[in-house]
T-cell receptor
Framework: LAKTTQPISMDSYEGQEVNITCSHNNIATNDYITWYQQFPSQGPRFIIQGYKTKVTNEVASLFIPADRKSSTLSLPRVSLSDTAVYYCLVGDREPSYSSASKIIFGSGTRLSIRP | ETGVTQTPRHLVMGMTNKKSLKCEQHLGHNAMYWYKQSAKKPLELMFVYSLEERVENNSVPSRFSPECPNSSHLFLHLHTLQPEDSALYLC??????????????FGPGTRLTVL
């Protein structure tokens, strides 16, 4: 099971680019990297997922180096509404009776955006 | 709006009460989940159902009893709860029986307070 490590909190300002790095030294060959965003008193929301190199969507980019032992979520030009907790998850897509127990959100990174 | 609804949104109950939380997904997914999120603690996976069959029970006390009558509905029956069970209870669904990296869609949660 690939354990993930993220900074507990980060602060930034509106209009800045924010990069949140997640370490996953024990990532397995079949594992994907997934990021979720959670606002207070709401359920998490899927942001982006990747396997290697770079993935970009309308919300964020995900950078994954060749060794895949870490990944960086990049939020371009953040606004106040990006204040949330961001979770990094690592795991495979294969369904199995035991895989659900591997769904570990961890403590996430609490991102605070200031005016 | 994620396609996953939960009722009630807020619930206050005494330790001797019996209540139920309801979750419904309108996404045609095959897997549904219950999570618990206590204050300042990570999300904890409680139960997973796949095609109405329980496939995961993460050592949850018996005072929590899940029920999945069909692939669209999930219930969490509560009885003789403790004050430490006060938390945000989140329901989620995913397309397939889970691997970690299958995207989950979360409901807004039920904020439970046990007096």
């Amino acid at each position: 099971l690939a354990k993930t490590t993220q900074p507990i909190s980060m602060d930034s300002y509106e209009g800045q680019e924010v990069n949140i790095t997640c370490s996953h030294n024990n990532i397995a060959t079949n594992d994907y990297i997934t990021w979720y965003q959670q606002f207070p008193s709401q359920g998490p929301r899927f942001i982006i997922q990747g396997y290697k190199t770079k993935v970009t969507n309308e919300v964020a980019s995900l950078f994954i180096p060749a060794d895949r032992k870490s990944s960086t979520l990049s939020l371009p030009r953040v606004s106040l509404s990006d204040t949330a907790v961001y979770y990094c998850l690592v795991g495979d897509r294969e369904p199995s009776y035991s895989s659900a127990s591997k769904i570990i959100f961890g403590s996430g990174t609490r991102l605070s955006i200031r005016p | 709006e994620t396609g996953v609804t939960q009722t009630p949104r807020h619930l206050v109950m005494g330790m001797t009460n019996k209540k139920s939380l309801k979750c419904e997904q309108h996404l045609g997914h095959n897997a549904m989940y219950w999570y618990k999120q206590s204050a300042k603690k990570p999300l904890e996976l409680m139960f997973v159902y796949s095609l109405e069959e329980r496939v995961e029970n993460n050592s949850v006390p018996s005072r929590f009893s899940p029920e999945c009558p069909n692939s669209s509905h999930l219930f969490l029956h509560l009885h003789t709860l403790q004050p430490e069970d006060s938390a945000l209870y989140l329901c989620a669904s995913s397309q397939e029986r889970t691997g970690v990296s299958n995207e989950q869609f979360f409901g807004p949660g039920t904020r439970l307070t046990v007096l």
